[in-house]
């Protein structure tokens, strides 16, 4: 049976904020609770996956989307894009609406939406299989680096990366013609 993956991707509105980020928590927390249960470790910050902080400052300096399927909002994403080369800061779906094809849905709009961008990035933590799933084997990326202990992502500072994922990130790229 098909899905009704009909989105719309509509630009964070300041009035939105706070839902946003606590929807993006939700979907973050949920997603290590499936794989570690109440023995998880993974959390950043006031039993987060995905601290305030980072949120704000991904929305601060890129561009937020809600997803949105018959007026409702069932997701958000955040880019940054600079030229030809995008990262993919965030994209979550609530938990009650995945599998239904709305994540691939927004990234489809988004490649639409940014044609200018040759290379696209992303990152995901190591324990997050349904992302590296839906990043490889849906949407066409590919691994590039594992960020651990021994490799350390150069873009966070040391703490910072033992603290948050200590085990380690992938780090993904898509490549466009």
């Known amino acids: 049976m098909m899905q009704n993956t ?31 249960g109440l023995r998880d470790n993974h959390f950043e910050e006031d039993g987060e996956i995905i601290s305030r902080d980072t949120i704000e400052k991904s929305i601060a300096e890129g561009t937020a989307y809600r997803i949105m399927q018959e007026s409702q909002p069932v997701g958000g994403l955040i880019v940054k894009v600079d030229g030809s080369h995008g990262e993919l800061e965030i994209l979550f779906v609530s938990p009650n609406a995945h599998s239904k094809g709305i994540g691939y849905a927004a990234w489809c709009a988004v490649e639409k939406m940014y044609p200018e961008v040759k290379l696209w990035e992303t990152v995901t933590p190591y324990f997050e299989k349904r992302n590296i799933h839906f990043y490889v084997n849906r949407c066409g990326f590919h691994i590039v680096e594992f960020f651990n202990a021994h490799h350390p992502d150069p873009k966070d500072d040391e703490e910072e990366h033992d603290e948050q994922f200590p085990e380690g990130m992938f780090r993904f790229e898509k490549r466009l013609p």
Do not use: C, H, S
């Not at 300041?14 to 927390?29: G, H, S, T, V, W």
């Open 6 to 36: 009909e989105i719309t991707l509509v630009p964070l509105q300041a009035e939105d904020k706070e839902k946003f980020i606590r929807d993006n928590q939700d979907a973050f927390n949920y997603g290590a609770m499936e794989e570690f």
